[in-house]
């Protein structure tokens, strides 16, 4: 068998991570609807309602101080310019509403890079380095392939994978 790049690896997780999320979010509201839950899941969710939990944004999600994984509504992320490194507040009403709120902006920085699109994924080229970009925010935007545009990214950058979209130039 042939040796799978660390990229794909590393992509294949995070999509799983989005899925199992996203899964949980989507039971628990289910289930909150019904009310049809065994002890384990009735508990479960109610050591979530009308919990705050504070996170770590990384691009798409919030990486919560639980150590859990908290799908960040991508036009939310795109609207308010999170960039990875932010920290985020989350609140989980007794509806099963999630609320997020950015407590903590890192220190960032503006650069100017190349929209690239990539299988299936967008990216801004600056220099050597790519930095992926939310869709929500390329189609706010209006921006294509081969545009110019401005991103924001961690003052320190060393070892980000994400940016935020600024404006199309």
Known sequence: MSEIPDKQVKRLRALI?????SLAAAKELLMSLLGDEDTATKASIEENIGKVIEGVFDGQNMVGSDGKTYPVPAN??????LVQGDILKLTISEDGTFLYKQIGPIPRKQIVGVLELTDGHYFVKVGD???RVLLASVTYFKAKPGDQV?????????SVEWAALEAAL
Do not use: C, F, I, L
Not at 17 to 21: F, G, L, P, V, W
Not at 76 to 81: H, V
């Open 129 to 131: 380095r790519h930095y």
């Open 76 to 81: 939310y992320a795109s609207k308010s310019k």
């Open 150 to 158: 401005s991103v924001n990214v961690p003052q320190d950058d060393d």
């Open 17 to 21: 991570a989005e899925a199992e999320t």
